[in-house]
């Protein structure tokens, strides 16, 4: 295996047109093609760096903002933004384009932590990430800071829930748009 591998090495796109029968009742494209296709180039993108069959661990920074649109080409574009030890955090950039109009559009970027396995099915080392030039270095350092920040954002998460009660928390729901119909002291 290569001790370290450029992210150009590995990065990825796909390119596929929007068809009708990946179309809602509302004529857009479903969250679930678009979620299907991010998790099919964070595949091709992190086993290529990994040399190595890789899983889906998580997710993060899923926002559909913008809708697309049937017929549109949809382009997504995948590299590697930060490695651990056996773990890599691909960013997936998502663009729409209407073939006609040349117009494009940025739907959303996306974050997947994907885990590199050995024939045992074990977590694997992975190649150091080469960092050639300053988009490489500050997505890795944004990368870094979204690891620290899900995690501190998890620990208090934890903690609040434990020690959550549902009489002390109640008044939560005043503004909610809920009607309460279960309370029992
Ligand atoms: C994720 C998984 C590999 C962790 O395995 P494990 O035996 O607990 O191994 P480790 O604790 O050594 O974790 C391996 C790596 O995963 C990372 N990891 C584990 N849970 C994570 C999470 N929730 N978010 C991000 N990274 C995570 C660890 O930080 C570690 O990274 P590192 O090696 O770069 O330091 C294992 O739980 C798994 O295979 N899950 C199923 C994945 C799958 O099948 N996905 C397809 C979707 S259905």
């Known amino acids: 295996m290569r001790k370290s591998k450029p992210i150009s090495y590995s990065r990825t796109t796909i390119t ?3 068809i009708p029968s990946y179309a809602n009742f509302g004529g857009k494209i479903h969250g679930g093609i678009l979620l299907s296709l991010m998790d099919k180039v964070a595949y091709a993108c992190a086993s290529k760096h990994a040399g190595a069959y890789v899983v889906t661990v998580s997710v993060d920074g899923v926002n559909f903002l913008q809708p697309i649109e049937v017929g549109e080409l949809l382009s997504l ?3 590697v933004n930060y490695v651990g ?3 890599m955090v691909i960013g997936i950039r998502v663009v729409s384009e ?8 940025h739907t959303n970027t ?3 932590t994907m885990v590199a396995k050995d024939d045992n099915g074990k977590p694997t080392e992975v190649p150091l990430l080469e960092l050639e030039d300053r ?5 890795c350092l ?12 998890k620990d208090n998460f934890d903690n609040e829930k434990s020690s959550m009660t549902i009489e002390e928390n109640l ?9 309460v119909k279960y309370i029992q002291f």
């Open 16 to 18: 596929e047109l929007m």
């Open 77 to 79: 574009h995948a590299s």
């Open 85 to 87: 030890r056996s773990s």
């Open 98 to 105: 209407n073939v006609k109009t040349g117009q494009q559009k």
């Open 110 to 112: 996306s974050y997947f």
């Open 135 to 139: 988009n490489d270095v500050r997505r």
């Open 142 to 153: 944004e990368a870094i800071k979204r690891k620290q920040l899900k995690e501190a954002y």
């Open 171 to 179: 008044h939560l729901l005043d503004n909610e748009r809920v009607i």
